[in-house]
């Protein structure tokens, strides 16, 4: 049984530092880049593929909505064009440093507000998708597991790869319950743990009123702006190899 290891990095700006890049980037597979409109910068950007290529970690492209203020976390209108130029223009610009780097672009997985909106809006995500089959169709399209966007991605001929989170609160439809909710965040690493470990070998979790979620898990993202990330990444990743599950790059599973 294999699975990837996956965290959002590259998110500080300027002399504002967030994250614990360089420790969280010890414990993961694949790091998603922050690609200078919800978070990140060309400093940035380069200093995080390249932390990546010394701890051979995979790089993928991590898009958002314009807006640097709300850390991408607020939803905004986007026509259909409007969003695959958007992602097309966010993906160039972190393929510049892959590529002066000496390193290949793994995967896209598309950032907060703009990530679970693709979940209700087909038109929505249809640009997103079309952005990243303009550019290459052989990257791996990361999106929120068993999801219609999964589905629609397989059909335009994209390569996708279903994603849990570690330390979020499911709804009964398997969506992410609300930030601005109690209990959206699991802060306590025993339980983060456990719940993983279900949703990796069981192929599902708890939701958060106790109904069954039927999950398929491909790739585990672990916050790194958690005050905890360190300390629940190395957590997970151990007991995820005392079970015998192999902790392996997306592309190793996604073929």
């Given at each position: 049984?294999?699975?990837?290891?996956?965290?959002?990095?590259?998110?500080?700006?300027?002399?504002?530092?967030?994250?614990?890049?360089e420790?969280?980037?010890?414990?993961?597979?694949?790091?998603n880049?922050?690609?200078?409109?919800?978070?990140?910068?060309?400093?940035?950007?380069?200093?995080?593929?390249?932390?990546?290529?010394?701890?051979?970690v995979?790089?993928?492209?991590?898009?958002?909505?314009?807006?640097?203020?709300?850390?991408?976390?607020?939803?905004?209108?986007?026509?259909?064009?409007?969003?695959?130029?958007?992602?097309?223009?966010?993906?160039?610009?972190l393929?510049?440093?892959?590529?002066?780097?000496?390193?290949?672009?793994?995967?896209?997985?598309?950032?907060?507000?703009?990530?679970?909106?693709?979940?209700?809006?087909?038109?929505?995500?249809?640009?997103?998708?079309?952005?990243?089959?303009?550019?290459?169709?052989?990257?791996?399209?990361v999106?929120?597991?068993?999801?219609?966007?999964?589905?629609?991605?397989?059909?335009?001929?994209?390569?996708?790869?279903?994603?849990?989170?570690?330390d979020?609160?499911?709804?009964?439809?398997?969506?992410?319950?609300?930030?601005?909710?109690?209990?959206?965040?699991?802060?306590?690493?025993?339980?983060?743990?456990?719940?993983?470990?279900?949703?990796?070998k069981?192929?599902?979790?708890?939701?958060?009123?106790?109904?069954?979620?039927?999950?398929?898990?491909?790739?585990?993202?672990?916050?790194?702006?958690?005050?905890?990330?360190?300390?629940?990444?190395?957590?997970?990743?151990?007991?995820?190899?005392?079970?015998?599950?192999?902790?392996?790059?997306?592309?190793?599973?996604?073929?």
């Open positions: 049984m294999k699975v990837d290891l996956n965290s959002d990095l590259g998110e500080s700006f300027g002399r504002y530092k967030l994250g614990l890049d420790e969280v980037m010890k414990y993961i597979t694949s790091a880049v922050a690609c200078g409109w919800h978070a990140g910068d060309p400093l940035v950007m380069r200093k995080t593929v390249k932390l990546a290529k010394e701890n051979n995979q790089v993928g492209a991590h898009p958002g909505y314009p807006d640097l203020m709300g850390f991408g976390r607020r939803f905004m209108t986007l026509t259909r064009e409007e969003a695959r130029n958007y992602i097309l223009y966010q993906i160039g610009a393929y510049a440093f892959t590529k002066a780097e000496g390193l290949i672009l793994q995967h896209v997985k598309p950032h907060g507000a703009l990530y679970n909106a693709l979940v209700k809006d087909e038109e929505l995500a249809r640009g997103v998708l079309e952005g990243i089959a303009d550019f290459d169709k052989r990257l791996i399209f999106g929120l597991s068993t999801s219609k966007p999964l589905e629609m991605a397989e059909d335009m001929g994209l390569k996708v790869a279903h994603e849990v989170f570690a979020r609160a499911y709804n009964p439809d398997g969506t992410l319950v609300s930030r601005r909710l109690k209990g959206a965040v699991i802060h306590d690493k025993e339980l983060i743990a456990e719940r993983v470990i279900s949703m990796v069981d192929g599902g979790v708890k939701a958060i009123n106790g109904e069954w979620v039927e999950l398929k898990a491909d790739t585990i993202c672990v916050h790194g702006d958690n005050p905890k990330a360190l300390e629940i990444t190395a957590y997970i990743r151990k007991r995820l190899e005392e079970e015998g599950v192999k902790i392996v790059p997306i592309k190793e599973i996604v073929r």
